[in-house]
């Protein structure tokens, strides 16, 4: 039936009509047929609604979840289940609940579709299938419907959703699908009540394997989007993958050794899982964790795995405690690693925008003390000056602590930028020297040695180097009045070197004082300024260099720190 009349443009006016009780908006595409009266000429189109086209695609993506369900499940089916209906292999579960959780409630009928034809297939009567298909299904909504009230995130990458995921989702749905599966098996006189213990237990750790590692990995991966990845990222992804590899074929299948029953070779999938987790996060170790679990399956069908005692099912009991005890402790792992990654990058982002907001302010106050020093010297005013003199050092340390600021945060986005040129090293160490010497009198700098050699890099950044070392030199030998500069260098490397005889720094703190924010305070009366960013950016400007640093002190006598850049090649 006909409602109104909608002006889509100008010239073709279009008909709202009725279709299936709810109004369709006719799209302007094709005409299908024309009605035309006195007045106007009206086109007329039927299409689909938007609920329709709804319908459809939900249809598919159901059927193609209860074709998915139904294979995946005659797969684990005939993995020896337990009284014929409960493996320990069970991915329809895991697939299930990571389904409903990205694409919606609506997929529900799939998995009753799936349970009921894979379980009616297995010869199990119509209702009892149909029990076993409803207890799969409130198995699914149970799940999500936790993860989504305590909004579990796609990526895992939080203790808490881990945590939530762990202990209330999985073993509440899991519970509520092994008892209502198995009862269901049990009234409809497929098992006797003395299986019932047996193939409950089967099912709810099957289920819950499942629904652990491959709900877990599908959400992962869910979040992923394509990023540029560096060569040297790439090399650690591939030497992981092969590490893992080659554990599992050497602890579940039994390649080269002997020992195929030894329990104690389980231990070796810890170092690949704790390095998927600390490095790649929770989709890296997930998925080191599901390679794992296949090897591992796979062995022990075979009987090489240390799990295997010659029953599958109870072989298959062991290794999916095993598997589930090592897919928890690692995702926890990785959740907290990720929380500390992202912790870190906040801090990083606000480091970087409160930096950048501090800028323009301290600029407009240099502006404005320039001004009234300009006014004062007019004025002859020696005693304002003097004040504006000192507010202008403070401003300046201020203004360097800023630049260093924002330098860590370029560091860590990787967008620290070198301007290349040739750089006379003995012009570059004379003038850091002479602008240094300046600012004390209680110390003599002197230069030992010579260059006589030119590099290529970024003067303005090497030159904040060797001014950091210099500074830090003065400030950590107050009692000394020697600071020396070395210069040295062999075919292809240039050395410099500042050595001072102040306080000097313990062997336990040499390691990390090129570490961001590390600070070494030897006196334990005395604190001495700083925030330990210098060093970090100094070995993070020489490594971008091809260089190294390194310190050499003694606790009490001083210390000498260096760095090695290689020389420019001859012409």
């Given at each position: 039936m006909?409602d109104?009349v909608?002006?889509?443009d ?5 008909i709202r ?7 369709a908006?006719?799209r302007?595409?094709?005409?299908l047929?024309?009605l035309?009266?006195?007045?106007m000429?009206l086109?007329?189109?039927w299409y689909?609604?938007?609920?329709t086209q ?11 979840l209860?074709?998915?369900?139904f294979?995946t499940?005659r ?7 337990v009284?014929?209906?409960?493996t320990l ?8 609940v990571?389904?409903?959780?990205l694409?919606g ?5 799939g ?6 034809l ?5 010869g199990?009567?119509?209702f ?24 579990v995130?796609?990526?895992l990458?939080?203790?808490r959703d881990v ?11 899991t ?5 209502v ?6 009234l ?9 213990s ?5 099912w ?9 590692i491959?709900t877990?990995?599908l959400?992962?991966w869910s979040?992923?989007?394509y990023e540029?990845t560096s ?15 080659a554990?599992?074929l ?12 030894s ?10 899982l704790?390095w998927?987790?600390?490095?790649f996060?929770?989709?890296?170790a997930?998925?080191a964790?599901?390679?794992l679990s296949?090897?591992a ?7 090489f795995s240390?799990?295997s005692?010659?029953?599958?099912s ?11 005890i090592?897919a928890v402790?690692?995702m926890?792992l990785a ?9 870190e990058?906040?801090?990083?982002a ?8 501090l800028?323009t ?8 003390g320039?001004?009234l020093s300009?006014?004062?010297a007019?004025q ?11 507010m ?10 800023i630049a260093n600021l ?11 930028a070198?301007?290349?040129e040739?750089?006379d ?8 020297v002479e602008n240094l010497?300046q600012?004390?009198?209680?110390h ?10 030119e590099i ?17 030199a003065?400030k950590y030998?107050p009692?000394?009045e020697?600071?020396i500069?070395?210069?040295?260098h ?7 070197s ?10 336990a ?8 924010f590390y ?5 334990k009366?005395?604190?001495?300024p700083?925030?330990?960013i210098?060093l970090?950016?100094?070995y993070q400007?020489?490594?971008r ?6 310190v050499?002190?003694?606790?009490g ?7 090695s ?7």
């Amino acid at each position: 039936m006909i409602d109104e009349v909608l002006h889509v443009d100008d010239d073709v006016p279009f008909i709202r009509a009725r279709s299936n009780g709810k109004v369709a908006l006719l799209r302007y595409i094709q005409t299908l047929f024309q009605l035309q009266d006195e007045d106007m000429k009206l086109k007329f189109a039927w299409y689909p609604s938007r609920s329709t086209q709804g319908y459809f695609s939900s249809a598919g993506e159901i059927l193609a979840l209860c074709a998915i369900y139904f294979g995946t499940a005659r797969l684990g089916l005939s993995l020896d289940a337990v009284s014929g209906f409960a493996t320990l292999v069970w991915l329809p579960s895991g697939i299930a609940v990571a389904a409903l959780f990205l694409f919606g409630y609506r997929l529900w009928p799939g998995i009753l579709m799936g349970a009921f034809l894979v379980n009616l297939s297995n010869g199990a009567p119509f209702f009892v299938a149909a029990g076993i298909g409803i207890g799969n299904t409130l198995e699914a909504l149970v799940c999500n419907s936790l993860l989504k009230h305590y909004r579990v995130s796609h990526a895992l990458d939080h203790l808490r959703d881990v945590l939530f995921l762990v202990l209330l989702a999985i073993p509440l749905g899991t519970f509520i699908s092994a008892t209502v599966g198995v009862s269901s098996l049990l009234l409809g006189k497929v098992i006797a009540f003395s299986s019932f213990s047996e193939t409950w237990r089967a099912w709810w750790i099957g289920d819950m394997i499942s629904i652990l590692i491959v709900t877990s990995f599908l959400l992962t991966w869910s979040t992923w989007r394509y990023e540029k990845t560096s060569v040297k990222r790439m090399a650690e992804m591939g030497s992981l993958t092969v590490f893992v590899l080659a554990t599992g074929l050497i602890v579940f299948l039994g390649l080269h050794h002997a020992d195929q029953g030894s329990s104690s070779l389980t231990y070796v999938v810890f170092p690949p899982l704790i390095w998927a987790a600390l490095r790649f996060g929770p989709r890296g170790a997930l998925s080191a964790i599901l390679a794992l679990s296949i090897l591992a399956i796979i062995g022990t069908f075979q009987g090489f795995s240390p799990f295997s005692t010659g029953r599958p099912s109870e072989s298959l009991i062991f290794l999916q405690s095993f598997m589930g005890i090592i897919a928890v402790t690692t995702m926890i792992l990785a959740a907290v690693m990720a929380e500390r990654r992202a912790l870190e990058q906040r801090k990083d982002a606000f480091i970087s925008m409160v930096s950048h907001e501090l800028k323009t302010p301290l600029t407009i106050l240099q502006g404005y003390g320039e001004l009234l020093s300009m006014k004062f010297a007019q004025q002859g005013n020696q005693e304002a000056l003097h004040h504006l003199t000192k507010m202008a050092t403070q401003i300046e340390k201020l203004s360097e602590l800023i630049a260093n600021l924002l330098d860590i945060s370029k560091i860590q986005a990787g967008k620290i930028a070198l301007v290349e040129e040739v750089v006379d090293v003995d012009l570059l160490v004379q003038e850091v020297v002479e602008n240094l010497q300046q600012t004390t009198c209680d110390h003599q700098i002197s230069v030992e040695g010579r260059a006589q050699r030119e590099i290529m890099g970024d003067k303005e950044r090497l030159g904040q180097v060797l001014t950091n070392l210099i500074a830090n030199a003065i400030k950590y030998s107050p009692r000394q009045e020697r600071i020396i500069v070395h210069l040295m260098h062999t075919p292809e490397t240039l050395i410099v070197s500042v050595q001072d005889f102040g306080i000097g720094i313990s062997k336990a703190h040499q390691k990390k004082v090129f570490e961001r924010f590390y600070r070494v305070d030897s006196d334990k009366d005395r604190t001495y300024p700083g925030l330990g960013i210098g060093l970090y950016i100094a070995y993070q400007i020489i490594e971008r260099h091809g260089g190294k640093m390194w310190v050499e002190s003694m606790e009490g006598q001083g210390s000498t720190f260096s760095f090695s850049l290689p020389l420019a090649a001859e012409a």
